[in-house]
């Protein structure tokens, strides 16, 4: 089968490309189509910078040799599309562009097309733009022609053929599942499509294809895998889009360490593929309780070291009232260490005091160590038995300076976590990493969480992860304490992936969805092909979804979500180009059996 | 950056697949992984099927050697899902299977873990099943695991792998499109997603990327390439899917010929890497009209001849009144030849009448030649100089037969054509073929149709499908009569692709927008983002669609296209697994600032 020959396709109208000819191309007659970047007129001379996707090429006009297309390159104004016919020459040294792949040429134009127009231009085409984002979405198709959004979107197909390419290579099957699916009301809020064929009754777009991927394992695919569409109709944050692409991934047969290894490798393969660099494998692994006590989130940026400490025990005698109450309350005193490089001023401290308080923090205490003394803003309750046991907990050494706080156990962690992500910022530590990507596995993540709402149990992550085996006997007594076999992949501090590994046992797949308080029937309507596929040879089985965009992002080294997606909505849910979403016409409601909701207002 | 060494990633559960032992592997210690698929108990031994979908391996439970396996071995029932621990060893040689490619050797097990059971099956996995379709798909996770299911999924698989190395090699970028979009009334019937942010408006789910491509093409990537899900909410038939798989493809500067060769590319290389058949190019090319005439379809079955023949003109003087009424009126007589191996009984003759009838044909005349005289049903209405041209018109030999019937221009030409697939059928010469897929490009669509229901002009397949140079000059005198560079490739009479050179600029496309009825507001609101793309320097441009679903079942040999989806629906558009469509609940209706029109009758 490898027999076949390799068809490299050449369409007829060009035969180069714009970055494509070089020095050895010198003397050859060429066509090329693109379009006008920049026109310079010399009187004599007309320079064209002719563009398309592969780079751009000097085209020459000249009155002298060739007065009828010198008379057409006149009317060109930027954005035209144009044929040339023409033939290369070697530009005059002092003209070469070595910047440019196609610098040390230029093509002498024998003959040209206006293939179309342009209108003036609503803004420049150029990477630094300064048009609003509102007048880039409406013109994406000029938008998408600047350089910086086309590097991403070739870097994210570089990055779907690097995925597919691993997996492939390791036997991984690719199955589309379907995107009109079922409601299932556990999870986020769906998308919904009235049906026309079955009065009242609705699809939903699917939030993930999980149980679908389940399905295909245990009907014998022991390694899938999907890069597919996901919804969401969820508020929108920057950076959320109500569809989103996720490499979806499944197998059976394995354990924990076996996803960890394939995922490590898929990464690996992707960062070397698109942007050439080399990640360091295996990953450290932390478990979510450890994170949280470190970190104080369930996704910690390691670039940066700032590590927290509960110091409630030092603090627990001190004869400082507002801290001796948290205690007494079961709060817990928490700080963390500055290193050296880090100065900061009493100014920069009350800053910090600030933004400490818009995270929910409350007032914060300062200790540094400066020629062989500790200095505090608690200074006159602290004594050598303190200092020295500050001194041993921190490591502490000359220069450095520790931030603290107190307050209740459940909020002192993550509001200092995320002091540690503002001092970070502040000292921009994540750019002093020796490692430009942090990876990091956090794994045994709780299996249920509480809605604050309803104050009822619902699945941390997903209501098919398994429970750690040591919770199995046992899980009713505190469910809120069951850690499951679930882990999330963080690269900078940002979740770039998550799974588990699965339920394969029907009983117990039916004692989680008691626990998340659903009976016989309620299971059965929405899980009933799950629970029953479980029954007939289910194999231990698990996975992980790659969230696509955001791993894109990274590699794309932008904030944006939507400097990665061709057309991507608002935070609004808006396509400012189309307008969609749209009214559409009573006949169209009429067949799906719907009607609006009468709107007072809007 | 080739470099970087192949990752063959090995789970730790099992050392090999139920396909891969072999003769050299005897001796070796091995863990397999899989379902039992049967189990024979001889007494002292018990030989177990175990399988997975890689293939099936003999294990051997020995009761003198490993008396405590053996007694597990003796729960073992179908579908359990065991891990082994054993030695491979050499089968005695009568027992060796030479058709499985295990089939030499077997696996001596040494410890068993069974890792889940199964209930007794509702139906037995095997690929002659005879269980109904609606219990196969309510039980998909075991209908899935039917070694030719599994196929089919693997060949759709291998298709799109070979679909995106084809295309990739040349220069496609693979770029996703929102599948919230905007509802486009103009085409078939969309499936809507009520907005929550934005209350009584309503995203649609894409029929097809159609807009988008262009624009990306329009934005500057010269070759677009997408392996899409498309939507079409209309009533299913047969082999129709609520929604379907498109490759997707859209070049810039590029005429009808270059896609037909880069389609053709595409299609070699898809069939010779997923089923090794190497196809013949170039494709042959016929026109909408001419396949119309010839053959009366725009889909031709090339696989065998029949060709139509007009026959109006040498029977215009016949003295047969039905046949004459039918010419006076402007009608046609219309007629094709039966090959020699084709022998049609007068009960034959009879039965094809009977289907003609099905079809909306009225009677059917018939000729034969036979011991060099003219035999047929209208014998003495003919004489020899009619019979001398009937000879001449269809190179008639001894032996063969003609079939004519006659009626109106616009009926007689489909009825002929479904005549003539009804002989094919019952003579099998599909299978007579020399080729097993004959393909053929239909070219020169007529760009309007008339809306049978409204009499108002339609876009024949695409709004956006350039008229043929010819026309652009008048498109308001007989819209009808305009053809357009639109063309569908066709397989064995099967439509498998579809695509235009688009028009690309602005006054053109409004003015077909105008014909079709739109007036200024209307292409504003529906289309305006393409209208204002096409201002700024739009290439030429043009692509095609892969209905990837057919050509599939192609390369499966199936007519069902449920047997190479993983997850389908039912012409009910529902899916039996998971029963959606389903009923949602209030509140979620009310987010979404609808409600369900009151339903009489339930």
Known sequence: MESLKKLKFE??????????????????????????QKTRDLGSLIFVDLRDRYGVTQLVFDSQTHPVCFLTAKKLRMEFVIKVNGRVRARPEDAQNIDKSTGSIEVLVESIDILNESKVLPFMIEDDVKASEELR???????????????????????????????????????????LFKSTPEGARDYLVPSRIHKGKFYALPQSPQLLKQILVIAGFDRYFQIVKCFRDEDQRANRQPEFTQIDIEMSFVDQDDVFKMTEGLFENIFFKTIGVEIRRPFPIISYDEAYSKYGTDKPDLRFDLELHDISEIFSSIEL?????????????????????????????????????????KGLIWIKYIDGNIKSSISKFLNDNLNSQIIEKFSLNEGETILIASDAKDKIFETMGGLRLKVANMFNLMDKSDEKYKFLWVDRFPLFDIDNETDNLVAKHNPTAAPLDEFIGNLTEDPLKIRAKQYDLVINGEEAAGGSIRINKRSLQERVFNLLGMDEKNMQEQFGFLLNALEYGAPPHGGIAVGFDRVIMSLCGTNSIQDVIAFPKTTRATCLMSNAPSVVSEKQLNELHIKLKSIPND
Chains 1, 2 share one sequence.
Not at 322 to 350: H, M, W
Request: with cysteine; net charge negative.
């Open 11 to 36: 369409i007829s109208s060009r035969s180069h490309t714009c970055g494509e000819l070089r020095q050895e191309d010198i003397d050859k007659d060429v066509v090329l189509c693109g379009w006008v």
């Open 137 to 179: 979405f409406q013109n994406r198709f000029l938008d998408l022609r600047r350089n910086c959004l086309q590097h991403n979107l070739l870097i994210r197909d570089k990055a779907m053929i690097a995925t597919r390419e691993f997996l492939h290579e390791n036997n991984f099957v690719d199955i589309e599942t379907p995107q």
């Open 321 to 361: 009232n507002f801290i001796r109450d948290v205690i007494d309350s079961g709060g817990s005193v928490v700080g963390f260490k500055l290193t050296e490089d880090c100065k900061l001023s009493r100014k920069g401290i009350d800053n910090l005091t600030e933004e400490f308080k818009t995270i929910g923090g």
